[in-house]
């Protein structure tokens, strides 16, 4: 990669190398163990003239997307958390009984079934056929299409404009970011809003929060680079919310430029905050790849220290983020014998790289396991109360990410 994807700019620095892994959703099955697994580095670099951070498009969406493992509606704090921006967004944008509201990345329907719920017009585009399969099944109408501004096109000229296009966790999965931004502006209204929900680079960077830099993370963003990105598809910020979701997201509100108006006073405190933090200058990238390998480091040493005990350390999630840790680590069945996940798609399947077992949860209360470590830190909260149970046999619960922390759970 020599030059950026938004700017096209060569000034393109190191900021953290995590070696080569395998795709973090190519989970394999049991007859593909034997077989060949290829690894693709993983190096996030950033550009100093747009500071927007990326890692090469090694692969594509289509390699990644077309049939994928993840499915949203797995997650209970992240449906509620869709139910309550839908409830904010009808009141903030004014949705009535004539709106119209597309989604991009859609996933199984998790958000639009809120949408459908309140008797609104909706439309899913979603290019995973599986999960794109279980929103219609869901009652959620869905296209199966990447989009670009072709797509965007198209469904505007079949459905007409979108009053509201939401965009949550898809900015950073695509290469093209001008072309899906266009794709964006192709959809909206002239007099419309844009919803995106993004990871913040300033949280990834502040809270260590290396896990979340894999191949399908393309970009990686900050309120200014974002509002770049934005305005290369002829949408303009307009105003920002800061989210505890994904360790710490942002949701932009964007609008076509010829209707934006000033942004908001949100906006100078965030790109104030990210100035500060010396996300505009290489200062505030220099100490993260130490703070990495110190995870690293941490983590291994907790592992090995357990297992020269005699006692038992199981995994608990299976996500993306999970497999980039694990890879960097190099943590493999002799120190993780498996993990579990909710998602029956990846029962009896192996993480990449790593092949380690996925198994059904109900297989942590059978072995009551010492230590349970709980990959998806980001659901902390959530995965606190739903782990209480290994109280039951005095088992405790592990988060890697910032740092290694060990919590005994209440009963």
């Not at 998790?110 to 008797?119: A, C, E, P, Q, T």
């Not at 965007?152 to 931004?181: C, M, Q, W």
């Not at 192709?186 to 830099?213: F, K, M, P, R």
Request: glycine fraction near 8%; charged fraction near 20%; include cysteine.
């Amino acid at each position: 990669m020599t030059r950026c994807r938004l700017c096209g700019s060569a000034a393109l620095v190191s900021v953290v190398d995590l070696g080569a892994t395998p795709p973090c959703e190519s989970f394999l099955a049991a007859d593909q163990l034997d077989e060949p697994e290829p690894a693709y580095p993983l190096h996030l670099r950033v550009c100093t003239d747009c500071w927007l951070a990326q890692i090469p498009p090694l692969i594509t969406p289509e390699e990644t997307f077309t049939q994928y493992a993840y499915f949203s509606s797995y997650s209970t704090s992240w449906v509620e958390h869709a139910r309550t921006f839908v409830a904010d967004a009808v009141q903030r944008v004014g949705l009535g009984p004539d709106a119209f509201v597309v989604e991009v990345a859609s996933n199984d329907g998790y958000l639009l079934k809120h949408v459908v719920d309140r008797g609104i017009r909706c439309l899913g585009i979603e290019p995973s056929v599986n999960v794109g399969a279980a929103a219609r099944d869901a009652g959620v109408p869905t296209l199966t299409a990447f989009l670009d501004p072709a797509t965007g096109s198209d469904v505007r000229a079949e459905h007409g404009p979108a009053d509201l296009v939401v965009a949550n966790n898809v900015y950073a999965h695509i290469p093209d970011v001008v072309g899906f931004t266009r794709g964006l502006r192709a959809l909206v209204a002239d007099d419309g809003w844009v919803s995106i929900e993004v990871q913040h680079l300033l949280t990834l960077i502040e809270e260590n929060q290396y896990d979340t830099i894999y191949h399908e993370h393309f970009q990686y963003y900050t309120v200014a680079s974002a509002t770049r990105a934005l305005a290369a598809g002829g949408l303009a910020l307009v105003d920002v919310e800061l989210l505890p979701t994904h360790g710490g997201s942002i949701r932009l509100w964007a609008r076509p430029a010829e209707a934006a108006g000033e942004p908001s006073r949100g906006v100078a405190d965030v790109l104030a905050r990210e100035k500060a933090a010396g996300l505009q200058e290489l200062s505030g990238y220099t100490e993260f790849s130490a703070r990495v390998a110190k995870v690293r480091r941490d983590l291994l040493r907790f592992l090995i220290e357990v297992a020269e005990r005699g006692e038992t350390v199981v995994g608990y999630g299976a996500p993306g983020k999970g497999n980039t840790l694990l890879n960097h680590c190099g943590i493999r069945p002799d120190l993780l014998p498996y993990t579990v996940d909710r998602n029956p798609y990846k029962h009896g399947r192996f993480t990449p790289g790593t092949r380690i077992p996925i198994l059904p949860p109900e297989q942590i209360a059978a072995d009551r396991p010492d230590y349970v470590l709980v990959l998806p830190w980001n659901l902390r909260a959530e995965l606190v109360e739903q782990l209480s149970f290994v109280h039951d046999w005095g088992g405790r619960l592990v988060f890697p990410i910032p740092e290694l922390s060990i919590v005994e759970v209440a009963s």
